[in-house]
C-alpha cells in the first residue's frame, strides 16, 4: 500500500503554474493492491491510462510513455479534490490469497505480483506527465478458522501458567514473526522463520542471567559452581510480565489504510488552534515557515502568534505575491467567527534604508540595474480578538524600493500577532519551573500604578546578521539552562578616538538595550502582579582606572557577562521544578586601541578609516546544589573520634579490605583473607586464657 506525505498538501496549496502537470510522487514503491497519488495542474481534459512497461534487455530502462490503454490487472479511478488537483487511485483486480487444492484464482507463489507500472497522463493524444510504479505484492495468509468476536479467557495462571509463547496474541491464526505459535503452518513458517521476534516476546530469554549455571566463564570465581542456579531454558522470569489470568474482550485492529482527506468545514466560532477562513470558506493565508521552509500560502491559526523571516534570491523584479501586491490585494473579507465579517485594514509604511533587508549583492559580468518599485519587505498583522472572535485586523506592510544590479539576497519579514486589546497573549515558559530550552521571562515595573504590576518583556543577546554590523544585528531572548556567548562588531574611526566619552556612553546603550528590564521571573508561570515571583536584576559594574590615549580610549564596556543560579525546588511526577533564585549582571571594562602600525599609517592619517571592534554578550547558568542530608547534630559536630575526614584512624572502615569498594587485589582474594584473620581469631578466643577461665568457673560452680 502506497501513502502520501503531507508535503503534497502543501504543495496543493502552492500550486500557482496551471500549465505545469506533475504526479505527486512521481515514483511508488507498491507493497499494498492500494495505491494513491495526486496530479497537480489544469485537469480539464485530463486522460489517464495505466499500461504494463518492461525494462530494455539492451540498456535496461523503460521505453517513452504512451497514451494509448492497455489491458491489465489494475483498476485505474481518478477523483476531483480541487481545480487544480486530481487524486489517481489504482486497485489490484485480482486474490492475493494463496492457492490451496484446486483452486485457480489464488496467487501460486508467496510473491503474488512483481511488474512496472506506468500511468500516464495525456491530453488529447499529447503526453503531458506520467507516474512510474514499482509492484512487489505478497500473497495473504488467512487463517483456516478465523477468530471470532467472542471473549477468551486466560485461566488462572496459578493453576494453569501461560507464557510459553507470548506472542501468540490471536486464538486459532497465525501470528506473523511469531515462530512458536502452533497455529502456523509449516508454509506460513518458510516465510518469516529468519525473522522470529527476539527476546522474551519471542518466548525466548534474550541472554543468559549471571545467575545460570550455563552462565560461568573463565574468570568466574571459584565459588560459583557452589552457588549458581541450574534451571530450565523455558523457565522465563519474563513470561509473568504478559498475562494477568483476566478476561480479554476482542477489539476491532487498526486500519493501515490511507485516511481519505477533506476540505477543512469553516467553523461557527473560533478556538485556539483553529484555521481562520474567508468570508467564502477559504483559508486566510499568510507566509509562514514550514518544515524549515518558507510557505507563500499557509494557513493562520486563531490565537497562535509567529515571526519569521524569507530569504529570497532576486534576478529580476518580483511581480506575485508576496513581494509585489496592491493595497487592495490585501484587503481580504474575513469570517470574524461570530457571523459577521471583519475587513483586513492596510497601512504602508516606506522603508528608506535597506540595510536589515538586503544582505549582498553579486555581480557576474555585465547586467542592467533594474530599480523595483514598492516591493513588500514585511507583513505584520495584528489580529484583536474577544471571546471566540476577531473584532480588528490591522496589517502593516513595509515597501520600499529595491535596486537590483546582478543577483540580491532579500531578506523579508512576517509576523501575526493576536492582541485582546492593547495586550498580546504571552506564553508562559514551564508549570511551574523553568523548562529547559524557553525564554527566560523579565519584566518592567509599571510605575503608573499604584499597585506593583510588571509588565513581561525578556533578556535579550546579540543576533548578528549578515555583516555582523551592530546596527543591523537583532537580539535574540536568552534560553534557560543554555549558556550563549554572541556579539557584534563595531566600526570605529580615528575621529570617534578623541571622543572616548561619547564612544563610552554609545557602547553602553547598545549593551542596555539587551536588558531593559528590573525583574526576573522565578518560576515559568509568575503573576504579573504578585511581587513574591519576581526576582530583581543586580547589575554589577566593574571599576578600571586608566588615562585615555591618543588613539585608545579606556573602560569601554565592550562585554556584558550575565550569571543566573536556578535552584531545584521541588519534583512532580518525577521532573525536577527549577527556579531562579538570583541575577547578576556584570559589564566587563576594555581598552580598544586603534591599530596604525605595520608600516601603514593611513588609517591614523584619515580620520573617516574605520576598525572594526567587537561588541559581546554572554550567559552561563549555575546549578545550586541542594544538600540533602539531614543537618548534623550538636554530638556529630563536636564528637570527631570516629570522623574519618578529621582522623588519622577510621575505625569505621576497619573492613575495608573485603568490601567491593577495594581494588588492591581480586576481591575473592581479600574475601578469603578476611575469613582466615576472624578463623584465627575466633582459635585464639576459644583457645587463649580468657576461655580458660570461663570454663574453670563452669566446672566450679558444678561441683
Same mark, same amino acid.
Given at each position: 500500500m502506497?501513502?502520501?506525505g503531507?508535503?503534497f498538501? /502543501? ?9 505545469? /502537470?506533475v /504526479?505527486?510522487p ?9 495505491i494513491?497519488?495526486l +496530479?497537480?495542474?489544469n485537469?480539464t481534459?485530463? =486522460?489517464?491510462?495505466v ?5 530494455s534487455?539492451?540498456n535496461g530502462?523503460?521505453?517513452?510513455? %504512451?497514451c ?8 485505474l ?15 489490484l483486480?485480482?486474490?492475493l490469497?494463496?492457492?490451496g ?12 505480483v512483481l511488474? @512496472? ?20 505484492l505478497y500473497?495473504?495468509?488467512?487463517p483456516?478458522?478465523?477468530g471470532?468476536?467472542?471473549?477468551s !479467557? ?10 510459553s509463547c ?12 511469531c515462530?512458536?505459535?502452533?497455529d502456523c @503452518? ?5 516465510l518469516f522463520?529468519?525473522?522470529? +521476534?527476539?527476546?522474551?516476546?519471542g518466548?525466548?530469554? @534474550?541472554q543468559v542471567?549471571?545467575?545460570q549455571c550455563s ?5 568466574s ?6 552457588l549458581?542456579?541450574i534451571?530450565?531454558p ?6 509473568g510480565?504478559f ?5 480479554? !474482550?476482542?477489539?476491532?485492529?487498526? %486500519?493501515?489504510?490511507?485516511?481519505i482527506?477533506?476540505a477543512p ?13 474567508t468570508?467564502d ?9 514550514v ?12 490565537l497562535?502568534?509567529? #515571526?519569521l523571516?524569507c530569504?529570497t534570491?532576486?534576478? @529580476? ?5 508576496? &513581494? ?5 490585494? &490585501? ?18 509604511e516606506?522603508?528608506q534604508?535597506?540595510?536589515g ?7 557576474f559580468?555585465?547586467h542592467?540595474?533594474?530599480?523595483c518599485?514598492?516591493?513588500?519587505l ?8 474577544k471571546?471566540n ?11 520600499g524600493?529595491v *535596486? ?6 532579500l ?5 501575526a500577532?493576536?492582541l485582546?486589546?492593547?495586550f ?5 515558559s514551564g508549570?511551574?519551573?523553568y523548562q ?19 509588565q513581561r518583556?525578556?533578556?535579550?543577546l $546579540?543576533?548578528?546578521? =549578515?555583516e ?10 536568552? &534560553?534557560?539552562?543554555e549558556?550563549?556567548t ?10 570617534n ?6 564612544l563610552?556612553?554609545? !557602547?553602553r546603550?547598545?549593551?542596555?538595550n ?8 522565578? =518560576?515559568?508561570n ?10 530583581d536584576i543586580?547589575f554589577?559594574?566593574? #571599576?578600571?582606572?586608566?588615562a585615555?590615549g ?10 556584558i557577562?550575565?550569571l ?11 521532573n ?7 541575577i ?10 586603534f ?12 580620520p573617516?578609516e574605520?576598525?572594526?571592534?567587537p !561588541?559581546?554578550a554572554?550567559? *552561563? /547558568?549555575?546549578?545550586?546544589p ?9 554530638f ?8 574519618c575526614?578529621r582522623n ?16 588492591g587485589?581480586?576481591q575473592?582474594q581479600? &574475601?578469603?583473607k578476611?575469613l ?11 583457645l587463649?586464657?580468657? $576461655? ?6 563452669w566446672?566450679?560452680?558444678?561441683r
Amino acid at each position: 500500500m502506497a501513502i502520501v506525505g503531507p508535503h503534497f498538501l /502543501f504543495l496543493l496549496f502552492s500550486l500557482t503554474d496551471a500549465q505545469t /502537470f506533475v /504526479f505527486q510522487p512521481s515514483f511508488i514503491v507498491a507493497t499494498g493492491p492500494r495505491i494513491t497519488a495526486l +496530479l497537480l495542474g489544469n485537469t480539464t481534459g485530463i =486522460s489517464l491510462n495505466v499500461h504494463t512497461v518492461l525494462p530494455s534487455d539492451v540498456n535496461g530502462g523503460i521505453g517513452p510513455p %504512451s497514451c494509448a490503454a492497455s489491458e491489465t490487472q489494475w483498476i485505474l479511478t481518478k477523483e476531483l479534490v480541487g481545480m487544480n488537483a486530481l487524486r489517481v487511485h489504482l486497485g489490484l483486480n485480482r486474490s492475493l490469497q494463496l492457492c490451496g487444492e484446486n483452486e485457480t484464482d489464488c496467487c501460486p507463489k508467496p510473491l503474488c505480483v512483481l511488474e @512496472s507500472l506506468q500511468v500516464s497522463a495525456c491530453v488529447g493524444n499529447t503526453f503531458k506527465a506520467s507516474l512510474l510504479i514499482q509492484a512487489k505484492l505478497y500473497a495473504l495468509l488467512l487463517p483456516a478458522n478465523p477468530g471470532s468476536d467472542n471473549e477468551s !479467557v486466560i485461566p488462572n495462571q496459578v493453576y494453569q501458567p501461560l507464557g510459553s509463547c507470548p506472542c501468540d496474541l490471536t486464538a486459532q491464526q497465525c501470528n506473523i514473526r511469531c515462530c512458536c505459535d502452533k497455529d502456523c @503452518s509449516p508454509e506460513e513458517l518458510k516465510l518469516f522463520e529468519s525473522h522470529c +521476534l527476539p527476546g522474551p516476546f519471542g518466548g525466548q530469554l @534474550s541472554q543468559v542471567p549471571d545467575y545460570q549455571c550455563s552462565a560461568q566463564k573463565d574468570d568466574s570465581p571459584d565459588w560459583f559452581p557452589f552457588l549458581c542456579v541450574i534451571s530450565q531454558p523455558e523457565n522465563n522470569p519474563y513470561l509473568g510480565l504478559f498475562y494477568h489470568g483476566d478476561k480479554i !474482550v476482542a477489539k476491532p485492529r487498526p %486500519s493501515f489504510e490511507m485516511p481519505i482527506l477533506s476540505a477543512p468545514i469553516p467553523v461557527i466560532s473560533y478556538s485556539q488552534g483553529s484555521p481562520i477562513f474567508t468570508i467564502d470558506n477559504q483559508l486566510f493565508t499568510i507566509p509562514q515557515m514550514v518544515l524549515g521552509h518558507c510557505v507563500h500560502s499557509a494557513p493562520v491559526a486563531f490565537l497562535e502568534n509567529f #515571526s519569521l523571516k524569507c530569504v529570497t534570491r532576486l534576478q @529580476s523584479c518580483p511581480t506575485g505575491y508576496p &513581494l509585489q501586491t496592491l493595497p487592495s490585494d &490585501l484587503m481580504t473579507q474575513v469570517n470574524n467567527g461570530q457571523g459577521g465579517e471583519v475587513t483586513v485594514e492596510v497601512i504602508d509604511e516606506l522603508i528608506q534604508n535597506l540595510a536589515g533587508f538586503m544582505s549582498e549583492s553579486v555581480t557576474f559580468g555585465t547586467h542592467t540595474v533594474q530599480e523595483c518599485a514598492n516591493v513588500n519587505l514585511a507583513l505584520d498583522y495584528k489580529f484583536y480578538w474577544k471571546g471566540n472572535g476577531i473584532t480588528k485586523i490591522i496589517l502593516t506592510r513595509s515597501v520600499g524600493n529595491v *535596486t537590483l544590479n546582478g543577483k540580491v539576497a532579500l531578506t523579508t519579514r512576517y509576523s501575526a500577532v493576536f492582541l485582546s486589546g492593547d495586550f498580546m497573549g504571552v506564553s508562559n515558559s514551564g508549570n511551574p519551573g523553568y523548562q529547559v530550552g524557553r525564554p527566560i521571562i523579565a519584566g518592567i515595573e509599571d510605575a503608573q500604578n499604584d499597585t506593583f504590576s510588571v509588565q513581561r518583556t525578556s533578556i535579550n543577546l $546579540w543576533k548578528p546578521v =549578515s555583516e555582523g554590523l551592530c546596527s543591523t544585528a537583532g537580539k535574540q531572548p536568552i &534560553l534557560f539552562a543554555e549558556n550563549s556567548t554572541s556579539g557584534c562588531q563595531l566600526p570605529i574611526s580615528m575621529d570617534n578616538m578623541t571622543k572616548c566619552d561619547l564612544l563610552r556612553e554609545t !557602547v553602553r546603550s547598545l549593551q542596555a538595550n539587551l536588558i531593559r528590564a528590573t525583574y526576573v521571573a522565578k =518560576s515559568g508561570n509568575p503573576n504579573s502582579q504578585t511581587k513574591a515571583d519576581w526576582v530583581d536584576i543586580n547589575f554589577m559594574n566593574s #571599576s578600571k582606572t586608566s588615562a585615555d590615549g591618543d588613539v585608545s580610549c579606556s573602560e569601554i564596556p565592550s562585554h556584558i557577562h550575565i550569571l543566573i543560579w536556578s535552584l531545584v525546588t521541588r519534583m512532580i511526577d518525577g521532573n525536577a521544578q527549577r527556579n531562579i533564585q538570583t541575577i547578576q549582571v556584570r559589564a566587563t571594562l576594555s581598552t580598544w586601541t586603534f591599530e596604525c602600525g605595520g608600516g601603514d599609517f593611513s588609517p591614523c592619517a584619515d580620520p573617516t578609516e574605520t576598525q572594526l571592534f567587537p !561588541v559581546t554578550a554572554s550567559v *552561563t /547558568f549555575i546549578d545550586i546544589p541542594v544538600n540533602t542530608e539531614p543537618p548534623k547534630t550538636r554530638f556529630q559536630i563536636n564528637f570527631t573520634e570516629y570522623d574519618c575526614n578529621r582522623n588519622y584512624v577510621c575505625w569505621p572502615q576497619l573492613a575495608f579490605p573485603v568490601t567491593k569498594y577495594y581494588t588492591g587485589e581480586p576481591q575473592y582474594q581479600s &574475601l578469603a583473607k578476611g575469613l582466615i584473620l576472624v578463623f584465627f581469631f575466633i582459635a585464639a578466643s576459644v583457645l587463649g586464657t580468657p $576461655w580458660k577461665q570461663i570454663r574453670q568457673a563452669w566446672n566450679n560452680s558444678a561441683r
